[in-house]
């Protein structure tokens, strides 16, 4: 595959067949990208005025009564790397995290990782939408995207049980809690409501130790807090796969996550090394392939999925910082 930058609204490589199954499909993939992270409109859905005193909150609500709202106009390069909470778009993480999950699924695709997809902590759904797209466009069939979440928001701290928790105010932010209803109709709009999708609903630690999934191929973490990261990690990460990803979201942002992260891997031995994706972001791969194990090169590729047309899971400056800039 190219290194060159790829977006949504660019004119096709030269020399490449407009028609060719490949590029149509990675054309789809950015486009489904920048439509979801509202980067298509450079981000002037503008941002959420968070509720951060009674003052700012009493403003709200006086406004919305009125059917007026406040956002923020941020540089459109915050949006690029998700450093905002967007009024209209479907996901917050940006273009680098939403390409390494692109990247992710297309690489556990060619190398027959067998297993599921699961975010937890998945706000409006973007994500999830994004990998029932990487699917949808590689006609893959035999595999579910899981969208595990309350959505009633994040739960108060049990700073007794998780001293790392003691001064998060996540639970705080209502505009957290995005109905299932509402993330049900984001994936319709977007043609990818089906049978493949599946919907976790409830407080982590009720939900995923009995959740119906076999095996994961990328486990994705959202939740912020120490112990909905500990209890996903806790619940799932003995069904990732050999060869399989563990993208954590918060990592470089949010100490209780972190240490949530640093905690559970020094307890469970894990030695792989965490690749940083941006300036929060991170993950890391489990194990090997076992068709790398088994025939020392990596195929077992899935239906539609060219080895060679598969990224390494790391994304170049160069691709986001285009985007941004367009």
């Known amino acids: 595959m190219s290194s060159e930058p790829r977006f949504a609204n660019s004119p096709a490589a030269p020399g490449a067949d407009p028609a060719d199954p490949a590029e149509l499909r990675g054309r789809y ?55 905002d909470w967007p009024r209209l778009a479907h996901t917050m993480i940006g273009l680098r995290r939403m390409d390494n999950l692109r990247s992710c699924v297309e690489r556990v695709l060619a190398d027959g990782v067998p297993g599921d997809l699961i975010e937890t902590g998945v706000w409006r759904g973007g994500a999830c939408i994004f990998m029932r797209g990487v699917l949808a466009a590689h006609g893959v069939t035999d595999r579910t995207v899981w969208v595990a979440d309350s959505f009633a928001g994040l739960p108060a701290p049990d700073a007794g049980k998780y001293a790392a928790d003691a001064r998060d105010q996540h639970h705080r932010y209502t505009a957290l809690a995005v109905p299932m209803e509402e993330v049900r109709e984001n994936f319709r709009r977007y043609g990818l409501l089906d049978d493949q999708v599946g ?128």
């Open 199 to 326: 919907f976790l609903k409830g407080w982590f630690r009720d939900t995923l130790p009995t959740a119906p999934i076999e095996r994961l191929a990328v486990l994705r973490l959202d939740g912020e807090m120490y112990e909905s990261t500990s209890d996903a990690l806790h619940a799932l990460y003995g069904k990732l796969s050999d060869g399989g990803f563990c993208v954590v979201d918060d990592y470089g942002n949010i100490d209780g996550c972190r240490q949530a992260v640093d905690d559970f891997r020094a307890t469970q031995g894990i030695t792989e090394p965490i690749t940083r994706i941006d300036w929060t972001g991170a993950y890391w791969r489990k194990g090997t392939p076992a068709t790398a194990r088994t025939n020392g090169t990596g195929a077992g590729v899935a239906p539609g999925v060219t080895a060679t047309g598969v990224t390494d899971a790391r994304v170049t400056d160069a691709r986001v910082a285009g985007a941004a800039a367009r």
């Open 29 to 83: 993939l950015d486009l489904l990208r920048d439509a979801l992270t509202f980067n298509l409109w450079d981000g002037r859905d503008g941002s959420m005025w968070r509720d951060g005193s009674l003052t700012r909150k009493a403003v709200r609500v006086a406004l919305s009564r009125r059917r007026l709202e406040l956002t923020r106009r941020l540089p459109r390069e915050w949006r690029a790397e998700g450093r």
